[in-house]
């Protein structure tokens, strides 16, 4: 299946500096795709292009197998990080005031939100104005606004900020759902561990240049080093000693009563193999794993890595 | 997507029209106006003038006791009281003292005031004088018969004006007093209407950049269509005020006018446009028939109305598309207010030029300022009611719609940019930087 997004060498330049600078990114159908950068690297810039609100002065973006034009943003829905609404106009007045802007009629419009009111439980917020309402609960009139339409591309920038744990839930809940029933998602967020728990592909953005692109688990076998854990019973120094020549860094966690967990960093051509064996001579393993670098650490050391390169 | 423009159309205007500022404001606004121009009449008839006591020094012994007293001013002869003493009484408001050269018209007399004196007890005091002086003058000249001959002589004319230029039939007469006040009314609802709306679309503009409420709307609307949909809505309410008003003004004057006016003033008002009517016999005077005479004329304030909309409809777009550029521009309304100035000043001038164009539509300064476009709206509906060729209208009209079309292009130019600005307060160098953006 073709990808719905195609972002093609697009670059942008504002007075002074260079927001974008050919930029390319591809989107499959169906994914929840994490767009990822420091503050000011550009992310937003290409939020805005394509949303087809700013033009990019290079580069193409296709969206569904054509180049994107103005029809196409119905097709989209967009949760801008910084939220915000008509604060004098009722709940329901509004919603149904953007769902037409998105092209649904207003009896569509009415009867898919009233679904939505009473799936999130805030049926009675019908007639209230936004400005009676607390940041989270205009949040959620929010959300429901941007996916309302039922669009092929949702972009959530930083979705879940201003929410507690049980309405971030909820909320990561009816994304995974909405990529479920077809959807595909641009996620734009600073949460890593969100990006871990939800995202498929990942592309890190810095200084309007993208410096990584790829699958989420595979970049974090890729960034791992190397890396294994074991977890034992037994003297933790001896292990050491015995391990010294086959790693060149450890990682010790406290003991967990009578089991300890030992983190290390295989030189190259040491086999895990060996690592076992001679593991297995000193203490009593309980589990062997491979460490996954988290996403925390790839970004960090991606972005580090090409500021030191500048 | 010029269906996106009318929601955001619909929207604009419903939301303000529903408002009950909104309700309150076009009721209320007529009965202020009428309050506002009956308030100095009411306020004299419930608090009256305080009397004010005049001593009256006179070394002719003629003027003196002539000396009328009225409501406001009363006058007491002191006999054989030196001025001196009689300036050291500081109760009363004034002394005037006559001295007995007066006639010969060598010295003057003079007001001595305890307090402020006023323009119009000044007047009074002069002119008693003069008229007493004048009269004493005449009589020693022994006319016989001096008080009919001076009767039979005395004149008032009542100016009858009357446009000889008018193409149609019916040939409306009005005053340059009842021209003016028109014109200084049409020329201030003007000035109030584009002053307001245009700030309402700046502010309303500030609010959706600050509340980033724009960010939705404008992954939804072209930021140029989002632009022309907000000010095409505030225009709309505007619109919908002046019609409302138009409409309950022209309704007073086709049904209740006829029926409060008395009917002697009715025949007088249809002899008056037939130019019939003979002044002097006129019950009441000239210049208040002729403005009943206008009020009850539906067709005259219908075309008024008509001609107030198509210039606020220009002049509204014209100053909206300045205050929607200035407003994408700065994130708060003190920002704004640096920028404002390019916009209040010349509706200023408008206005200024407006009121002399009320009082003499044919000046240079008038005719030049109504094809001006910034200052056209409020000084053509200044010369409006004195009449003046279509051609003119039509010109200052084209001129109005073009400029406006003009800057609703710059503007949007300009807001295109600003409204993803956010942070630094631009400066005039700036808009005219991102105006010129591709």
């Known amino acids: ?310 | 997507m010029a269906n996106n423009i009318s929601l955001v159309i619909r929207r604009e205007f419903l939301e303000r029209v529903k408002k009950k500022s909104f309700i309150i404001t076009t009721i209320l606004m007529p009965v202020f106006m009428l309050a506002m121009m009956a308030a100095p009449a009411l306020i004299m008839m419930v608090t009256g003038s305080e009397e004010r006591g005049i001593t009256v020094i006179d070394e002719t012994g003629t003027i003196g006791a002539r000396l009328q007293s009225d409501k406001e001013t009363h006058f007491t002869l002191l006999e054989s009281t030196p001025l001196d003493s009689a300036l050291a009484d500081t109760e009363v408001a004034g002394v005037l003292y006559i001295p007995a050269g007066i006639m010969d018209g060598k010295v003057s007399p003079r007001l001595y005031t305890n307090g402020s004196s006023s323009i119009a007890l000044e007047n009074n005091v002069s002119s008693q004088i003069d008229g007493i002086i004048e009269e004493e003058r005449l009589k020693q000249y022994d006319i016989e018969n001096l008080d009919k001959i001076l009767e039979e002589v005395h004149s008032d004319v009542k100016l009858m004006s009357i446009r000889n230029d008018k193409e149609d039939g019916e040939s409306q007469s009005a005053s340059a007093a009842v021209s003016y006040l028109i014109g200084i009314i049409l020329t201030f609802l003007l000035y109030m209407c584009l002053l307001l709306y245009g700030q309402m679309v700046m502010t309303s503009i500030i609010e959706e950049k600050n509340n980033r409420v724009l960010e939705i709307v404008v992954s939804s609307v072209k930021p140029t269509h989002l632009m022309l949909g907000k000010i095409c809505g505030i225009g709309l309410v505007a619109v919908t005020q002046i019609l409302i008003w138009g409409v309950l003004i022209a309704a007073m004057s086709a049904f209740v006018l006829p029926a409060i006016i008395p009917d002697t003033a009715l025949t007088e008002m249809s002899a008056l446009n037939a130019g019939t009517l003979d002044a002097t016999s006129a019950s009441m005077d000239v210049e208040i028939l002729q403005a009943m005479s206008l009020m009850s004329n539906v067709g005259y304030i219908l075309q008024l109305f008509g001609l107030l909309i198509l210039f606020l409809i220009g002049g509204f777009l014209l100053y909206a598309a300045i205050y929607a550029a200035i407003g994408s521009a700065v994130d708060n309304i003190q920002d704004a207010s640096q920028l404002q100035s390019f916009v209040i000043f010349p509706i200023i001038i408008g206005i200024i030029f407006g009121m002399t164009a009320a009082s003499d539509a044919s000046s240079p300064a008038a005719i030049w300022t109504s094809f001006i476009p910034f200052t056209s709206p409020m000084v053509m509906m200044a010369r409006v009611p004195s009449g003046i060729p279509m051609w003119e209208i039509g010109l200052s009209l084209a001129i109005l719609y073009a400029s406006f079309l003009l800057m609703v292009w710059i503007a949007a130019k300009i807001y295109r940019v600003g409204i993803f600005m956010y942070g630094k307060k631009p400066s005039i160098k700036d808009l005219i930087r991102w105006a010129r953006y591709k």
Not at chain 1, 41 to 60: C, F, M, Q, V, W
Not at chain 1, 193 to 219: A, F, P, Y
Request: proline residues 4%.
């Open chain 1, 1 to 310: 299946m073709d990808n719905i997004l195609e972002v093609i060498g697009v670059s942008k330049h504002y007075t002074g500096h260079k927001a974008l600078d050919d930029v390319s990114i591809s989107i499959a159908p169906g994914t929840v795709y994490g767009l990822l950068g420091p503050n000011g690297a550009g992310k937003t810039t290409l939020i805005r292009i394509i949303n087809h609100i700013t033009a990019p002065d290079s580069g193409t973006v296709m969206f569904d197998g054509h180049t994107l034009t103005a029809d196409d943003v119905s097709q989209i829905g967009y949760l801008p990080e910084e939220r915000g609404l008509y604060k004098k106009m009722k709940v329901g007045e509004q919603a149904i005031f953007f769902a037409r802007l998105k092209g649904l009629s207003k009896a569509d419009a009415t009867t898919q939100l009233k679904r939505w009111f009473d799936k999130f439980g805030i049926s009675d917020w019908w007639d209230k104005k936004i400005e009676e309402l607390s940041k989270g609960m205009a949040q959620k009139v929010q959300f429901i606004v941007t996916v309302l339409h039922r669009p092929k591309l949702l972009i959530f920038d930083e979705p879940f900020s201003g929410f507690d744990p049980i309405n971030a839930n909820l909320l990561k809940q009816e994304i995974l759902q909405l990529r479920d029933e077809g959807s595909t998602i641009i996620f734009s967020t600073h949460n890593m561990g969100s990006v871990e728990e939800i995202c498929s592909d990942i592309t890190l953005i810095n200084k309007g240049k993208n410096i990584l692109t790829g699958n989420v688990d595979e970049l974090r076998h890729r960034f791992s080093d190397g890396r294994c854990s074991l977890t034992f019973t037994g003297d933790p120094r001896l292990l050491m000693e015995r391990l010294q020549p086959m790693s060149s860094e450890f990682f010790l966690d406290e003991p967990k009563g009578a089991e300890q967990r030992l983190e290390l960093k295989l030189a190259p051509e040491v086999k895990l193999r060996d690592v076992i064996a001679a593991a297995n001579e000193a203490t009593d393993l309980i589990e062997v794993g491979r460490v996954m670098a988290s996403m925390n650490d790839i970004f960090i050391k991606t972005v580090k890595q090409t500021e030191n390169n500048d």
